[in-house]
């Protein structure tokens, strides 16, 4: 009988489902034991960091979490919102710290100092548990970044009512470990520019659900709001505005707040394609500028990409992405490479020549363009990330360090795998949050901008499709992606939360603790939960469903 009231294994007959007593948790830790006895956080409840010179970020962390423990005051997604749990809080056992530590001889480095190195040496496994005698909790890690995890997973544990805060499950046991090293999120801030506060709201939300990388795109043919020291013609001429300007210090603080909170940020500068507005400060250096029809020559307006052909763009462009490349933390940078249109150079006269001259061809010419701009971010001991059409349209040469990040279809992942590349799901197939809100172009009443990924659908992908076993290990992760057409920082919150979760919870757990597969069923109830308790942090995450339905599990399924 006492085994029964104090710890349920989650072994399940069926497999696939997790009893509605962990709603609270994403992404579902690797290994998780649950009880059925009600605990309260005492109102004296402080975290004991028993770490010998903890760093500043840790501390400021667990600052956080209490701040959190304290002020979230998330009631329970049921009938009642928790009414009924007040009966057993007479009897409650009371919990009054949380313990720190790290493993014996592990360093002692800042979170932000973990957040940032290679992919593959990031520690961000912990081990949580929580008694149910009222006896502190202890949280154990091997890195600062794996206690940071560990908190994001204490606070999701706990709800309120009546002034109490509380879990009706203890004890609670985890240990637990990311499936995949990279996961993240990409966000477009060139066709639209966002306030600094809005990309720190999202970092936020992203860290609580362990979510790593922040994928800047930040420049695009649209404008060019990135300050570069060398280059303050790019900015000043190619920025919507004075004010719509991202400038060193303003980079310099996102990174380290996201390095604080657990996340490398991992900036894209789009070239050759993508690169129209450079032509506001360079003329010279961009063909087919403002061309039309613009479809005849870009992937949207305006037409305009550089001149690779020519010796000086490459320079240019090489000088450009290390001057930025230099300033930053990470160990990747992104130089895009994707949707590069062959139409605006066949009647570009300055390239035409200079291919007549040297007698290269236009993929040979591409083939030098990159191998000079990578070469030159290899030396500053950066990878360089591009996006599918390097790796599998142009017959150029591409480092073998070199990342490929797969968005045209995720059916082209196997076809870049096979070439041997590591690889970032970021298919659009499935990830694009910016797909389904209807054809931006005008004069197009009838076009559309593809079928809305809705967060169950972008739950059921399958990282490992079509691989064979052998090439699993180059399967780096994956991130959703909003590009920035039609959103903003009026729309940034519904639209990227709580669907971004989705890939958050493939990327780190890759299944459930019990060992069966990821499933929807079973997921909906707990992504409920991130929305509510995003929305008490203040971000304003859409509903998944009518509230009727979150209080009451599967009352709504289809078949239901």
Known sequence: MAFSRSLIILTLIAGCLLPSGVQALWPIPTTLETGLTTLKISPAFYFDVEIEGAPSDLRDAVAQSQYYLENDKLRRLVVGRGANDTT????????????????????????????????????EEYALNIPADGSAATLTANSTLGLYRGLTTFNQLFYYYGGVTYTLLAPISIKDTPAYPFRGLGLD????????????????????????????????????????????????????????????????????????????????????????IMAAAYPEYVACFEASPWAFFSGEPPAGQLRFALPEVTNFTASLLTNIAKTLPSHYFSTGGDEINKNCYADDDHTQQQ??????????????????????????????????????????????????????????????VEKGFRIIQAPS????????????????????????????????????????????????????????????????????????????????????????????????????????????????????????????????????
Request: aromatic content about 10%; overall charge negative; proline content about 6%.
């Open 189 to 276: 801030t060139s066709r639209h520019y966002y306030p600094v506060s809005d990309i720190q709201r999202t970092l936020d939300a992203m860290s609580w659900v362990k979510i790593n990388t922040f994928h800047w795109h930040i420049t695009d043919s649209q404008s060019f709001p990135l300050e570069v020291a060398q280059y303050p013609e790019l900015a000043i001429n190619g920025a919507y505005s004075p004010q719509e300007v991202y400038t060193a210090r303003d980079v310099q603080y996102i990174v380290k707040y996201a390095a604080a909170r657990g996340i490398d940020v991992m900036m894209e500068i789009d070239t050759p394609g993508h690169t129209a």
């Open 88 to 123: 057993a809080f007479a009897t409650a056992m009371t919990l009054s710290k949380l313990t720190l530590s790290l493993a014996s001889r592990a360093a002692v480095e800042p979170i932000s100092s973990e957040a940032v190195k290679p992919l593959g040496t990031r520690s």
């Open 355 to 416: 291919l007549k001259r040297t007698g290269m061809t236009l993929t040979g010419a591409l083939d030098t363009f990159t191998q000079t701009t990578h070469g030159a971010l290899i030396a500053q001991g950066k990878t360089p990330v591009v996006w599918e059409e390097m790796a599998l349209d142009w017959n150029i040469t591409l480092s073998n360090e070199t990342i490929v990040m797969v968005w045209i279809s995720s059916a082209d992942a196997a076809a870049v």
């Open 429 to 560: 197939d499935y990830f694009y949050l910016d797909s389904g809100a209807g054809e931006w172009l005008g004069d197009n009443p009838t076009g559309s901008s593809g079928s809305f990924r809705t967060w169950s659908e972008a739950y059921t992908f399958d990282p490992l499709a079509n691989l064979t076993e052998a090439q699993y290990e180059l399967v780096l992760g994956g991130e959703q992606i909003l590009w920035s057409e039609q959103s903003g920082p009026q729309n940034v919150d519904p639209i990227v939360w709580p669907r971004a979760a989705s890939s958050a919870e493939i990327f780190w757990s890759g299944k459930q603790p019990t060992g069966a597969a990821l499933n929807v069923t079973e997921a909906l109830p707990r992504l409920h939960d991130v929305r509510y308790r995003m929305v008490q942090r203040g971000v304003n995450a859409i509903p998944l469903q009518p509230q009727w339905c979150a209080l009451r599990p599967d009352a709504c399924d289809m078949y239901a």
